[in-house]
């Protein structure tokens, strides 16, 4: 297994990333701002949790066709907290990718994002490698992503 945690300064409230993350519509639009052809997210509402999932395709990393993965978010909305997990369909239960978001106010018109991500991929002799390169991937890419968060919950406000 290979892991990864960042914290993330934003110019932006806590409750607006928040809103942002939960709403089915702004997942969409931010998982087509990268690399996925299709999404569609539902979320429900549980208790004292807030259900987000999103189905994906994308196109295959190798080989040609497309990639259907599922992201399945726990949020908790009296903390800004969430567990999730992505599953690949195609690799079933060979590739794990599950973690934890945290959204912490700082200011009025700030927060810091702290994130959690372990990927474990169970294929003798070369799985924790390939783990080890996800993760890295992953690693780098996540200013992006946030910085992307950020663009869409303003220009929902801005609206």
């Not at 999404?39 to 990639?67: F, H, M």
């Not at 908790?76 to 794990?96: E, I």
């Amino acid at each position: 297994m290979a892991s990864f945690r960042i914290s993330l300064p934003l110019e932006i409230s806590a409750a607006l990333l928040f809103d942002a993350m939960t709403d089915p519509e702004m997942q969409q639009r931010h998982a087509l701002a990268f690399k996925a052809t299709k999404a569609k997210a539902t979320r429900r509402e549980e208790k004292q949790a807030l259900l987000l999932e999103l189905e994906l395709e994308e196109p295959a990393r190798s080989g040609g066709g497309i990639d259907r993965s599922t992201v399945s978010f726990t949020w908790d909305p009296a903390q800004y907290t969430a567990t999730f997990s992505r599953r690949d369909h195609q690799h079933g239960d060979r590739v794990k990718v599950t973690g934890e978001i945290r959204i912490e106010a700082t200011a009025d018109h700030a927060c810091v994002v702290h994130e959690r991500c372990d990927v474990d991929i169970a294929i003798p002799l070369i799985g924790k490698t390939m783990a080890r390169k996800i993760a890295a991937a992953m690693e780098r890419k996540r200013a992006t992503v946030y910085q992307r968060w950020l663009e869409l919950a303003r220009r929902t406000t801005s609206a």
